[in-house]
């Protein structure tokens, strides 16, 4: 977008990947998935969220940048960590889940290695 | 206060992100914005999996669902005066059922309109944009980078947008 000469400003809840990626100018939120701009018909924490976006559009001057925004999200985290995601879980899960699992494992055995695990009591 | 990114995901998921290795491709491309947003003419896109149902297909979760590795990497257009019961919404990744209810969550069209009303951005494009986010495992953004992301570039330019706000989900 940028590289056609478009001015853009991104709003994330993942800052995360904003910075691994390099988007130009962000705006970061802490809102559950699938809620970037807030709640459905809260149409006043909504324009909240877009006017600071617009801020960050406004006010940004180096490319990378990323503003934190203060927004609470009003439903307890339990709750909200649950209410976005699907109701089936997406097809991948599945397939990437042993994958994961296995990274971990490895991980954990070559770090107790390192740290000299592996000892045996006699 | 700094954003948690990981606060709403599942382990599993939080773990794999965090094994990703990436970095960002520089210099980050970069269009100074114009001088004033009252003069700015707005387009908006999300990756949400939005579609104007009964008229443009969904996007293709009945392949994803055959093919989990994959992700459909097209796009769709949504005009700024689209009904909210003919909002559709494909995706299997997150839960659709507030969007579907109020499409400003992730397209803000009525936020928009009214931000011209005020005064704070000078107007909306008549055309709003829609990918699909997920992209595959390992993600693979090839198709959105070479050929969808020009593409409506291009339709935003045809239109005379200045600004284009992106909306994830």
Partial sequence: ?122 | MSVDSFKYLPRLISAYYRMTERQPELPIPWTPRPSSLSECKFGLMTSGGLYHKGVDPPFDIVRERQEPTWGDPTYRTLSTDIQQKDVGVSHLHINTRDVLSDINILLPIHRFQELVVEGRIADLAQNVYSFMGYQGYPSDTTAWQETYGPEVAEKFKAEEVDCVLIVPA
């Fill in chain 1, 1 to 122: 977008m940028e590289v056609a000469g478009l001015s853009t400003i991104m709003v994330t809840m993942m800052p995360f990947w904003a910075e691994k990626v390099g988007v130009p100018r962000t705006l970061a939120v802490e809102f559950p998935f699938g809620h970037t701009l807030g709640q459905p018909h809260n149409q006043v924490q909504q324009m909240r969220v877009i006017h600071q976006a617009l801020d960050v559009l406004e006010s940004a001057d180096t490319p990378g940048e990323i503003v934190h925004s203060t927004e609470i999200w009003p439903e307890p985290l339990k709750e909200a960590k649950k209410s976005w995601q699907p109701e089936d879980p997406s097809p991948i899960i599945e397939v990437m889940a042993p994958q994961v699992l296995e990274v971990i494992r490895q991980r954990r055995r070559s770090k107790s290695q390192h740290l000299g695990g592996g000892i045996t009591y006699s």
